[in-house]
């Protein structure tokens, strides 16, 4: 007759396991040990040359950006718990934990979770030194949260509300329900072309380039670092 | 701000370029910051040590005196390096927070010392890490207790010292409250104090037997209370004078009467001295007399008195006010034992005749002398179940017993030192928690003080922008720009909640108001100020708003002035304040409701809404310059449906 194994205990076994534990104090799982091996993971970034070569910072930015990430993440890497906290601090009069998740996403280039120092100037690159196309390429990443080309309007309202959350309760005038959703509307009456009820990324672009305000827009950021 | 935030601007901005697709107003132009040199290192000379740093490090806590342009005061341009003063061992520790955004404290230095060098850098002691914050709290409770201790015993003499035009009342109370502030307050305190203990001997010796009087035979003795009743009875009306005087002075000289009356030791006052009063009118009848005799009792708790003389009595009613709940455990439980084990002697002795254990009650008694072993004897049990049981009850009461009563002792000081320990604790914990909220509502107020002085309006006046808006940091004003992108992105502005809550209470009765005006009139206050998103249909809009002010301006002062009922009365045309209007929402599906945005400290006559012809300049618009809120949004693209506000 075959033994069970230890890996599937009768309900008796686990309830005397789970009474040993209750007396002996040990009932509750320890956690606090499981975190310092995470913690202990570090990433080093490739050598400075690569960087260099990848990404269109110059060797003294590149220096300023990474002395200030390593600072902040002695690991070498942000994972979405840091990242959304970091985000926070700029808005705090509002929520912006989804607009962070969903910007996480979007550094997050090959989606393992975290956020490296070369996906972080990457990013970055593309945003304050790449071209209007490049940008307006990143943008669209952002939006499309599923990541398959197009945008709907679903995920559309998504980033709405999560950038509507970012302003927080009191705001003038104030925030009403539909706000978000008469926003993506109108946004997807100036871009989507055919009406198909999807942007793609043509449309998108084509769109934004037609549109004077945001071509200038664009340019204000050039400085940023 | 929070440690490193500033390192996280540049990213936080730069992801701003998520919102440009979205945003229906143009975004307003980045703060000319002027570019920064690159990073370099900045050394910083404190009393011949050389510190250096990257200029970064420092730029990362703006509100100290090294983030600060005030370190521009201490720089030293024949050697290009910082000079301070300051003790070198100290400055470690400081410059270290920058380093790693958390502040410890040094275990081997005086916390003054400590003190002073974190205020001269601008430091709030909050910023101490957690590692480091108990021990310089306690620390420094131990210093302050120790110069508060050196301060009293200076200070033994003299008390503290009244104001000059003091009431009599007032004297009154300090007297009685400090004794030692004066002399007759002194003797008035010995004084009650004689005649509180007199009173108590004398209630004792009441009872001690005297020898009767010789003339009876054979000679009886009684309580000498009855042999001298008039000496008695004379002690004690003195004592009960004295006392009712202290007490109606007291009342008399107490700030709070209803706070005094209700306190524990007035009531301590009049249960001393009411059976004395009650005694009076009671006339000795045989009825009453035994009632009588019981309120005599009650003058016992004339000892009570003593504890607003003596501290210890007060510390011990507070304790054991605190160890209550473990002191009726410790009464339940044994109850439990007493009625389980009196239960069982019963039945063990019911059959034996003659037996003292004639029933429940009566054997609690038994129990109860046996558990706390003190065995009278005059209850014993006689048969051999009655012994046995007997016995496990005199050995389980030393247990039980014994038992409560360490853990009762143990909890009382821990409990005690728990409270204390929890009070500060919590006291500290709001108030970090209000120096956070502080902080983070500094940056919105920042945000939104700089709105309000106008700081939002063209770049083109730059010199007449108010010297505030000048002076913001380089890191501020990126924020702000930040924040104000947001803004422009969504369309909404950022608000505190005092207006925020303004603002709805009179939206409510503007959907109301303006539906009742008339279908296409549009609700339009004194100066309002249109600013939507959809340029095509205000100028529909506008023309709308010609012809409706009249009716509709008066709706809305109307609303302005009374939060609730509708009636329509005709407004008077009053000075308005910072009320919302209300406002529509801000449909940016162009259908036929308007956005009103309007901040109002001056009215308007009605006919002050232009027509649609002339859209007024930004500039204009923007010299609502003395409304508290401005939502006046001053970037060069502005929407040409501004109604302009000019002021009477």
């Not at chain 1, 205990?9 to 040990?26: D, E, I, N």
């Not at chain 2, 300051?86 to 040094?106: E, I, K, Q, S």
């Not at chain 2, 039980?400 to 909890?411: Q, R």
């Not at chain 2, 009103?596 to 027509?611: F, L, Q, R, Y």
């Amino acid at each position: 007759m075959n033994r069970c194994p230890r890996r599937c205990p009768s309900p008796l076994g686990l309830a005397a396991r789970s009474f040993y534990q209750l007396v002996t104090g040990s009932l509750s799982p320890d956690s606090v040990e499981d975190e310092f091996e995470l913690s202990t993971v570090c990433h080093r970034p490739e050598g400075l040359e690569q960087l260099q070569e990848q990404t269109k910072f110059t060797r003294k930015e590149l220096q300023v950006l990474y002395r200030g990430f390593k600072n902040e993440c002695p690991s070498g890497i942000v994972n979405e718990e840091n990242f959304k906290q970091i985000y926070s601090q700029f808005f705090p009069q509002g929520d912006s934990s989804t607009y962070a998740t969903f910007l996480f996403n979007a550094f997050d280039t090959n989606h393992d979770g975290s956020v490296s120092f070369e996906d972080f100037v990457a990013g970055l690159s593309v945003i304050l030194r790449g071209t209007i196309d490049d940008r307006l390429n990143w943008a669209f990443n952002l939006y499309d949260l599923n990541k398959d080309g197009c945008i709907t309007k679903e995920e559309m309202l998504d980033i709405m509300k999560s950038i509507y959350d970012m302003m927080g309760k009191y705001t003038y005038p104030a925030l009403r329900e539909e706000a978000p959703r008469e926003h993506v509307e109108s946004f997807f009456q100036k871009m989507d072309r055919n009406k198909d009820g999807v942007v793609t990324i043509e449309e998108f672009i084509e769109s934004c380039q037609k549109d004077e305000n945001i071509m200038r827009s664009m340019r204000l950021f050039d400085n940023v670092i | 701000m929070a440690a490193g935030v500033a390192t996280w601007l540049p990213f936080a901005r730069a992801a701003a370029v998520g919102w440009l697709p979205l945003a229906q107003q143009p975004l307003p132009p980045a703060p000319g910051v002027k570019a920064s040199r690159g990073d370099e290192v900045l050394v910083v000379n404190v009393s011949g040590r050389r510190f250096e740093t990257w200029k970064n490090t420092l730029d990362r806590y703006p509100d100290t005196l090294l983030g600060s342009s005030e370190k521009e005061f201490f720089y030293n341009a024949e050697s290009g390096e910082y000079f301070f003063d300051r003790d070198p061992d100290m400055f470690r520790h400081v410059l270290n927070f920058y380093r790693t955004g958390r502040l410890h404290c040094p275990r081997q230095e005086c916390i003054q010392a400590f003190d002073e060098e974190l205020a001269f850098y601008g430091l709030v002691p909050e910023l101490i890490g957690d590692c480091c914050l108990e021990e310089y709290r306690d620390r420094k409770k131990e210093n302050a207790e120790r110069l508060a201790e050196d301060e009293e015993a200076e200070q033994a003499g003299d008390g503290p010292a009244l104001p000059a035009g003091s009431s009599l009342r007032q004297r009154l109370w300090r007297a009685f409250e400090n004794p030692h502030t004066s002399t007759t307050a002194l003797v008035f305190y010995y004084v009650t104090g004689f005649f509180i203990a007199v009173s108590v001997i004398a209630n004792v010796v009441e009872t001690i037997p005297c020898r009767g009087t010789p003339a009876r035979r054979p000679p009886r003795e009684q309580p000498c209370g009855d042999r001298f009743p008039n000496a008695f009875f004379c002690m004690d009306t003195a004592c009960v004078l004295i006392f009712t005087g202290e007490y109606l002075l007291r009342l008399f000289a107490a700030p709070s009467r209803c706070r005094f009356l209700r306190s524990v030791m007035s009531l301590i006052d009049i249960v001393a001295i009411l059976p004395y009063y009650i005694g009076l009118f009671v006339s000795k009848k045989d009825d009453v007399s035994g009632a009588f005799v019981t309120l005599r009792v009650f003058r016992v708790f004339r000892i009570f008195k003593f504890s607003r003389h003596s501290q210890g009595l007060r510390i011990l009613g507070y304790t054991l006010k605190s160890c209550a709940s473990e002191l009726g455990f410790l009464l339940f439980s044994l109850t439990m034992a007493i009625i389980i084990f009196a239960t069982v002697m019963f039945y063990a002795e019911k059959g034996t005749s003659k037996t003292n254990f004639t029933s429940i009650p009566a054997a609690f008694w038994y129990t109860i002398v046996t558990m706390t072993t003190l065995g009278y004897g005059d209850m014993v049990p006689s048969t051999i179940a009655g012994k046995i049981f007997g016995s496990i009850c005199s050995l389980s009461g030393v247990l039980v017993i014994a038992l409560p009563v360490p853990v009762i002792v143990s909890n009382f000081s821990r409990i005690y030192h728990q409270n204390q320990r929890a009070d500060k604790r919590r006291a500290q914990q709001k108030v970090r928690l209000a120096r956070i909220r502080l902080a983070k509502s500094g940056t919105t107020n920042a945000f939104l003080q700089y709105k309000q002085n106008g700081g939002l309006e063209d770049n083109s006046s730059g010199e007449e922008q108010a010297l505030c808006v000048r002076n913001r940091s380089a890191f501020e004003q990126q924020h702000h720009h930040l924040l104000h992108c947001l803004e422009k992105t969504t369309c909404h502005e950022f608000t505190d909640e005092l207006t925020f809550s303004e603002a709805l209470g009179t939206i409510s009765l503007g959907r109301r108001t303006s539906r009742s005006t008339s279908v296409s009139s549009q609700p339009v206050g004194p100066g309002s100020m249109l600013s939507s998103c959809c340029p095509r249909r205000t100028k529909r809009r506008a023309i709308r708003l010609a012809n409706s002010t009249a009716s509709v301006s008066r709706g809305s002062m109307q609303e302005l002035e009374t939060l609730a009922g509708l009636q329509h009365s005709s407004a008077p045309q009053s000075r308005s304040s910072l009320n919302a209007k209300p406002h529509d929402s801000l449909d940016l599906n162009c259908d036929s409701r308007d956005f009103v945005a309007a901040i109002i400290s001056i009215p308007t006559p009605p006919a002050n809404t232009p027509d649609e012809s002339q859209p007024s300049s930004p500039g204009s618009a923007g010299r609502a310059g003395n409304t508290l809120r401005n939502s006046n949004l001053g970037t060069p693209c502005l929407l040409p449906e501004t109604v302009k506000i000019s002021s009477l």
